[in-house]
Every structure is written in structure tokens, then in C-alpha cells.
């Protein structure tokens, strides 16, 4: 009879130990909250990359500066335009200065922008949609060789992708509506399904998260548009925003062996703001999300 209460190995079951971890919009925000689960979960490379050097730099300099790291563990500073195939080149060949291998690409770079639907500007649609898609795809396809280079079965190198609540639900509507962004990550999760299952034999694993709303920079103004952070907060089934942790956890788990059989999935982690109206809905007003 088989032993159902013997797990392989369980303190490593979240370790992140000895991996090689890529964070696109790195520089900030929810990348930046990764970047520091990624190289406390025991990474020992995570490349941290955006449009401004000094960005990275500053990054880079906080992340090295944690307690806690892997002996040898470092981040490291690799700026470039990710919404560019030449940018996303000029990266992978930044990357492989350093590695011959990438463990975990974490595709979290995105754009958005608010507008009323009547003048929702065409350039703006292009702009979103090219970060927040293209890009995606783009950065899955220039480093599927160096994902793959150590990949197993047993082993497998992961994908992330950052869609949104606002890519299950509908996003903002009316003065700052994000019509381009809430179709760009509805697209973003579906690119991560046909993904999964096109590198899952190539022991590539991709999943999606959709945060909700997370005070960043890219958040902050919205959110201070659409009625302030206290009102979002109450708004919410859990009564509160998002927090670093919550990031964290998530990605921790979909980049280490307890995740290792999770491919194709969108993972909310909003509250379950997406499956609620808040009450907003019955005043005739459509909650917003970014
Ligand atoms: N915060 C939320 O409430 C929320 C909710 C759902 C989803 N999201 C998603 O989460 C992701 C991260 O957003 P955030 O909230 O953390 O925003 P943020 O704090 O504004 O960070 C955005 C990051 O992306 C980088 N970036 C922007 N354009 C880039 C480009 N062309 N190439 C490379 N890097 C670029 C920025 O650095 P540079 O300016 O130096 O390039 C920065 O590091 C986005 O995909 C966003 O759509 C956020």
C-alpha cells in the first residue's frame, strides 16, 4: 500500500534555490515585489529589466542590499524596451553575458492608459496592446532557448504572465476607460493558454496572474480618479488593496515544485474583486479596474 502522507521532500517544496529568474518591469512595483520573493525564495541570478537604467540600477541596489539572500545571490541591472523585438534582443543578449540558462521568465512589463470611448486614441490602443501582448509573445519566443536549456520533465522552466482582473471581467469604464488594456489582458491570459500548451512539452510551464487593484505607480492615479484608495478598499470582498505579499506568494508558488503541475492557469489574486460588484453596480456605476 502506498504511504499517502510521504511528500517528496517537503521544506523544498517552495525553495526557489540556485534559480535563474528574468522579471520584465522589474524596476517597480508588482515586478520589483518579485523580484525580492524570487531572490528570498533563494534564486541565485534575477535580472531586473525595464526602459530606465537608472531604474534598474536603484533596484538592483535595494535587492542586493536584502538579509536574507543565498550566498553569491545577486540581481542584476539589464535595461531595455520590451515592447520591441530589437529591445527584447538587445535583453536576451544581456542575459546570456551573465547565464547560459533561464529558469523563470516572469512577463510582467505593461502599459495602460484611460480615456472616454468616444476619444479613445488609436495610438494609445497600439501602444497597450504591443507591451501588454506582443511583447508577452515576443520575450515567451527569444528566450525559449535559454528556458529550455536546462528543462526536465521533473524540472520544468516556467513562464509568468501578468494579465489582470480587468482581462475576466470588464475594466474602467466611462471618463477613464481602458478599453484597449482590459482587452489586452483578456488577450494576455489566452496567449498564456495556447502557450502552455505549445512549450509544455518543451518542459516550459506558463501561467497567467491577475491581480486586482495594487497601489503602484500605474494604479495610483486611477485609483485616485475613480474615488481613492479608502473606497476601492471597502469596495473589495476582502475590504482591502492588494500588498506585496500577495504577489509574492503567488509567484513563489507558481515558479517552484509546488507549482509544477499548474500550466495554462489565470490565477486571481484581487480580493475576488472580479466576481463581485461591491454594490457599485445597483447605483448604476460599473467599478473600476485596472
Ligand atoms: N497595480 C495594479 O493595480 C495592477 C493590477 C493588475 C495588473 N497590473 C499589471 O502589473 C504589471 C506591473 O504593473 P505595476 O502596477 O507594477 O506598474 P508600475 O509600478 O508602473 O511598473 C511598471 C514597470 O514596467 C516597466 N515598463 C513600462 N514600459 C516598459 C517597456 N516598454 N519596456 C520595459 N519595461 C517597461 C516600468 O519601468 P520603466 O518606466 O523604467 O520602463 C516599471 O518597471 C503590469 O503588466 C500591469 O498591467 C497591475
Redesign the pocket.
Known sequence: MTDETALHDYPSLFSLKGKVAVI?????????NAASAFLQAGCSQVFI????AA??DRAVAQLNALPNLQPGARAISVP????TLA?IQSLVSQVRQHTSHVDILFA?????WGAPFDTHPDAAFQKVMD??VK?VFLCAQQFAPLLQKRATVDDPSRIII?????GLGVGTLGAQGTYA?SAS?AAAIHLGRNLAVELGPRHVLVNAI??????????NGLLAMTGGLAKHAAANPARRL?RPEDIAGVVVYLASRAGSHVNGAAIEIDGGSVWSHGGMHEAGVAEPK?
Open positions: 520584465t518591469g522589474g524596476s517597480r512595483g508588482l515586478g520589483l529589466t525595464s526602459r530606465k531604474a534598474c531595455a524596451d520590451s515592447s529591445g510582467n512589463a505593461g502599459a495602460t507591451l501588454n511583447s501578468t494579465a489582470s482582473a480587468a488594456y489582458k491577475c491581480p486586482g487593484f495594487f497601489p503602484t505607480k500605474m494604479a492588494g485596472l
